[in-house]
């Protein structure tokens, strides 16, 4: 569990190898200093904001830094997870958030903490489970390899 941190962090790292506008590090100090992510893969604005003036100063621009409250982001009506004390403790995270997690917009956007988030997932995997069962390409997989 406290090692995903560093193999994400590698592959960050690897994926800017060649990349003519390298971001992997500004990032990875950003996400020890305050939160700049809603999943794994949904950016706050706070990350937009910093990338466009890393770009803008590469292309000579300025840019301004904005309020974050104002900044438009989408991702914000989908899911959010919280990073546990415990893993942001050995990562040397600056900050400390509470143990919720918020439902996508479209599914009511509560927040709901983690019994809650446990006992929805497992409900979650068994339909899934279900559907794939049930699909034509799933049952012909099943015929071949048996159950």
Do not use: C
Request: charged residues 25%.
């Amino acid at each position: 569990m406290f090692d995903e941190f560093e193999k994400s962090k590698n592959q960050l790292i690897g994926r800017d190898v060649g990349i003519d506008f390298p971001f992997g590090k500004i990032f990875l100090e950003m996400v020890k200093e305050h939160p700049s992510l809603y999943t794994v893969n949904h950016p706050t604005a706070s990350v937009f904001q910093e990338y466009i003036i890393y770009l803008a100063g590469l292309l000579g621009l300025r840019a301004h830094r904005m309020p974050l409250q104002i900044l438009p982001n989408y991702f914000a009506n989908n899911a959010w997870w919280p990073v546990y004390n415990e893993i942001g403790e050995y990562h040397s995270v600056q900050y400390s958030m509470p143990t919720v997690f918020k439902q996508p917009e479209k599914l009511g956007g509560k927040f709901i903490d983690l019994k809650e988030f446990i006992d929805r997932s497992y409900l979650d995997y068994a339909r899934m489970g279900e559907r794939i069962r049930s699909s034509k390409q799933a049952r012909t997989i099943i015929e071949q390899w048996g159950e």
